[in-house]
């Protein structure tokens, strides 16, 4: 089987010193950010770095810190959702797994590294399994590759791309060699669409990513809603714009949209504490607490005799 080829890091750097607000705090870069461009500020908030904030994450900057401490003071149970919807995923990864046989995942938003790891999800069901995960923070990238690249060479690989620009992000060498021997793969969009607006026309950058997949595969969709507590909604929205993140909660209507050309698997596009639960989901959970549609569809039928998932 071919092996993921991932781009060489660059040498470490020597720490440079950079200004990242307006009273030009001095603060010196990390060495581990080969990826950083100047200008850039070090201590903004990113949705990925909030996230792992929220789910007991040490990792995150002062200013994901300060969205995460925020949003589970105004929303009780905020952080409880974000693992509702994680959980999701990962269930969801397991039955693909297991009963598609998908060896090869394309996580897209990979965000900081969370335990478990979605590779140890998708190889402790089958170790033959390969991961690239695909992030544009050059934080989180420098992260994913210190942590988890060396661990399993050929069968993990982290590379920079957006969902903005999904041919970029096609042509990069890792999902190359991933897509490489033209088995289905599973692509996994956990949040990235709810931070792209309509004006971006998210619809179509999710069907220009699922053309360039192999006939067969699998899209594992999450998005956050308004639809069960529109007020809880208005205050996060305000809290994300604050730190200059423009978040964008749909209905059900819009986010069954972006799958209108696949076939969805039982049980639908449902609130993700209903997508079949098992021992370790968040019954207790409701949908308003949730607030996030999931989903699993395919891109197109497979051949007679292939398994599926009812």
């Given at each position: 089987m071919a092996t993921l080829q991932e781009p060489q890091s660059p040498p470490q750097a020597r720490r440079r010193l950079?200004?990242?607000?307006?009273?030009?705090?001095?603060?010196?870069?990390?060495?581990?950010?080969?990826?950083?461009?100047?200008?850039?500020?070090?201590?903004?908030?990113?949705?990925?770095?909030i996230d792992h904030q929220l789910l007991g994450g040490k990792d995150g900057l002062r200013g994901d810190r300060t969205a995460a401490e925020q949003l589970s003071a105004a929303v009780p149970g905020f952080a409880e959702s974000v693992r509702a919807r994680r959980r999701f995923v990962e269930r969801a990864l397991c039955r693909l797994v297991r009963e598609e046989h998908i060896r090869e995942v394309l996580v897209l938003g990979a965000g900081l590294p969370s335990l478990p790891h979605l590779h140890e999800v998708v190889q402790a069901e089958d170790p033959r399994g390969r991961v690239v995960y695909v992030d544009?923070?050059?934080?989180?990238?420098?992260?994913?590759?210190?942590?988890?690249?060396c661990q399993l060479p050929g069968?993990?690989?982290?590379?920079?791309?957006?969902l903005r620009d999904p041919q970029q992000l096609l042509d990069?060498?890792?999902?190359?060699?991933?897509?490489?021997?033209?088995?289905?793969?599973?692509?996994?969009?956990?949040?990235?669409?709810?931070?792209?607006?309509?004006?971006?026309?998210?619809?179509?950058?999710?069907?220009?990513?699922?053309?360039?997949l192999p006939r067969g595969s699998w899209l594992v969709l999450l998005h956050a809603t308004a639809d069960f507590a529109p007020s809880s909604w208005q205050t996060i929205t305000e809290i994300y714009r604050s730190h200059g993140i423009k978040i964008y909660p749909r209905s059900l209507e819009q986010i069954a949209a972006f799958m209108d050309r696949m076939l969805l698997a039982a049980p639908g596009l449902v609130a993700v504490n209903q997508w079949y639960l098992d021992e370790r989901a968040l019954?207790?959970?409701?949908?308003?607490?949730?607030?996030?549609y999931g989903a699993i569809a395919r891109l197109s039928v497979p051949a007679a005799g292939a398994g599926g998932v009812a």
């Open positions: 950079v200004t990242t607000d307006a009273a030009h705090t001095a603060v010196l870069a990390p060495a581990y950010l080969h990826d950083w461009e100047p200008g850039a500020p070090l201590d903004r908030a990113l949705p990925g770095r544009h923070d050059p934080i989180v990238l420098s992260h994913l590759r210190a942590k988890l690249t069968r993990l690989a982290v590379v920079r791309g957006h990069s060498g890792a999902v190359r060699s991933l897509l490489a021997a033209g088995q289905p793969v599973a692509l996994v969009l956990e949040s990235a669409l709810e931070f792209i607006s309509d004006e971006e026309d998210p619809r179509l950058l999710v069907a220009e990513l699922m053309k360039g019954a207790e959970l409701g949908d308003a607490a949730v607030s996030r």
